[in-house]
């Protein structure tokens, strides 16, 4: 199967609401003009989660016609910067925190008997339809999949720094542009009858999942989020290769194309080894070197099985009330 591996800057996003309309029109403009002021932010709103990802693409790869001197200008990273407290004090509010990070990672590796999250519903009696919307919805995160955590790497020091480029160069392929784990996801929409283009489904994922790619941006960008970063990460790394090994099943179950196997078998094999570096290597050095960050990365797991908690609700409400999880007039 052949994919492009071009990636064409997107359109703006169509806004959803005042906020994410403002920072699209600012965006249509030349940078310096003014922005507006934040009253009242509703921070697991369609409307800031669109408006935050617009201001954090500018840092990956920006949109057509957008003037690229738009990622630093001061006026509108204030602005982003209000967004961000908002979400970063909403997360924190909904989980409890605290400096017990042994048995925080002690529960990533247990699996319950009876999984209850998506990829158990995908396998035991999930619809084709249901498989293609979960694509749509991942694809926002898996076009950028490790991205968010190369930020961190000039932040490591020694033994945890090496260790998690080794899982990084993993997941950008082991230095095969063909293997990068995001060309594998593109070739996996193309083999679902889906569309391969990077962010081409932006308009069609809600809130759930813009806030779970929110949070790897926010976390990534601030050198004060480290910890966290790297609590995320490893709660990918140690809990997905379940999860991935269950949807390899559905896939083969729903007789699919083996391009959509080939990605999450690829994640079984991958992720397994990359549960002990994370925590072997990467946190039991960074935390002997920085006990501090402890709470941080408590934080970053937390959060992360939160976001994923919220997005598996969104999509079994929808589901059980036998409509789409995707926004209205999403064209899939």
């Known amino acids: 199967m052949t994919v492009t591996t071009d990636i064409r800057p997107r359109p703006l996003p169509h806004p959803r609401g005042t906020l994410s309309e403002a920072v699209v029109g600012l965006l249509r403009g030349i940078p310096g003009k003014p ?17 935050l990802h617009t201001c954090y693409e500018l840092h990956y790869h920006g949109f057509a016609a957008v003037d690229p001197e738009w990622e630093w200008d001061p006026g509108l990273l204030t602005l982003r910067a209000a967004m961000e407290t908002a979400f970063l004090d909403a997360m924190r509010a909904e989980v409890s925190g605290g400096d017990d990070l042994e048995s925080e990672l002690d529960e990533l590796l247990v699996t319950p008997i009876e999984s209850t999250g998506p990829s ?13 919307e979960y694509f749509v919805h991942r694809s926002i995160y898996h076009h950028k999949e490790a991205d968010p955590y190369a930020w961190v790497i000039p932040r490591l020091r020694g033994r945890a720094k090496a260790a998690l480029v080794a899982v990084e160069f993993d997941e950008f392929g082991g230095g095969r542009g063909e293997r990068i784990h995001a060309r594998l996801f593109a070739e996996l929409m193309a083999g679902a009858g889906l569309d391969a283009e990077y962010l081409h489904y932006l308009d069609a994922v809600p809130e759930p999942m813009l806030s779970l790619v929110n949070m ?52 079984v094999e991958a992720d397994a ?55 209205p007039g999403a064209d899939v």
């Not at 158990?120 to 293609?132: K, N």
């Not at 960074?286 to 999509?315: C, K, W, Y």
């Open 273 to 327: 080894v990359h549960e002990q570096l994370m925590r072997t290597d990467v946190i039991g050095d960074l935390i002997a070197h920085e006990p501090a960050l402890t709470e941080s990365m408590v934080l970053g797991i937390q959060v992360t099985n939160m976001l994923e908690d919220r997005f598996a609700d969104h999509i079994f409400d929808a589901w059980r009330a036998g409509r789409s999880s995707l926004l």
């Open 216 to 267: 790897m941006s926010l976390f990534g960008l601030h050198r004060s989020l480290r910890g966290a970063l790297v609590g995320h990460f490893a709660t990918v790394e140690i809990s997905s290769s379940p999860a991935s090994s269950r949807l390899v099943d559905a896939l083969r179950r729903l007789e699919a194309d083996p391009a959509c196997v080939r990605f999450y078998q690829e994640h």
């Open 35 to 51: 922005v507006p002021k934040t009253r009242s932010l509703d921070p697991y709103s369609d409307d800031l989660q669109l408006a």
């Open 120 to 132: 158990r519903f995908l396998r035991d009696e999930g619809e084709w339809w249901h498989m293609r």
